[in-house]
């Protein structure tokens, strides 16, 4: 992966993030449901207007997806995936956890990953072999190797999901909750992943995986985590799941998650 296109694609994100937070307000509170969606709208096409132009430029033989909740296979050939408010419900409500994460993607696989905390300035980057890296300084996952002292997370409180994940959501939870330090259930779940690169989280799991979680996994993988389905074979893509983790927790997490 090119250093030329990692810069492009980092000041992209980066000038997407300076026109977001001119939309950001701390004292933000939406009305009601219309207001909340128009609001949620407006944020993606406002980061959809900078980042699209500026990476099609970098990479004219890139193709476009900025569908957050797609998932399932691409076709073969280099795909911006782009999520272009990680944690935009955060944003519309005052609070600081969002994100704009781009993934490129090459034949299934994530090549390149650029996810920027515009409120905190903090820009996470990876490519393929080259490493993880927080504002240019090398990530690296936790040394945890007992989950009795571990944060872990997941991102999966969503209201009107199946019933059947919720009511697997809750057992995981409950089972983590008594093999763990602290788990967490938040959004975006680029954060989450985010930390656990930074060695700030020790694990992250999800019972659904859509192609928008690509960047946060690269940046796993490249600060030296696992990153696996639940049957415990290397991550893809098209998997329905994933335990992403530090590896002195990640077996014992994938017991407990799948007791």
């Not at 272009?84 to 969002?98: F, I, K, R, S």
Request: hydrophobic content about 45%.
């Amino acid at each position: 992966m090119s250093q030329e296109l990692l810069a492009a694609t980092v000041a992209a994100v980066r000038a997407a993030g300076a026109r977001m937070l001119t939309r950001y307000s701390t004292e933000s509170r939406p009305s009601g449901l219309p207001e909340l969606l128009a609001n949620l709208q407006a944020n993606d096409a406002a980061v959809v207007d900078v980042l699209r132009p500026a990476l099609t430029e970098a990479l004219p033989s890139g193709s476009w997806l900025n569908d957050e909740h797609g998932s399932g296979p691409l076709a073969t050939g280099e795909w911006w995936l782009v999520d272009p408010v990680g944690g935009n419900v955060n944003a519309v409500h005052g609070m600081p956890d969002w994100n704009i994460g781009v993934s490129l993607v090459r034949d299934g696989r994530p090549v390149l990953a650029v996810v920027y905390f515009p409120v905190l300035d903090e820009m996470y980057t990876a490519t393929e072999g080259g490493g993880a890296f927080l504002n240019g300084v090398r990530t690296r996952v936790s040394a945890k190797a007992s989950l009795d002292g571990a944060l872990t997370g997941t991102g999966q409180a969503q209201p009107g999901q199946d019933p059947e994940l919720a009511e697997r959501t809750g057992s995981a939870f409950t089972a983590m909750t008594n093999a763990a330090l602290h788990v967490r259930v938040s959004v975006p779940v680029t954060q989450q992943l985010a930390h656990v690169a930074a060695g700030r989280m020790d694990l992250h799991w999800q019972f659904d995986n859509v192609r928008s979680h690509a960047a946060g996994v690269l940046l796993v993988q490249e600060a030296g985590g696992v990153v696996t389905d639940f049957e415990g074979k290397p991550w893809d893509l098209t998997d329905g799941s994933y335990l992403a983790a530090a590896p002195g927790v990640h077996a014992a997490a994938l017991k407990v998650l799948t007791a």
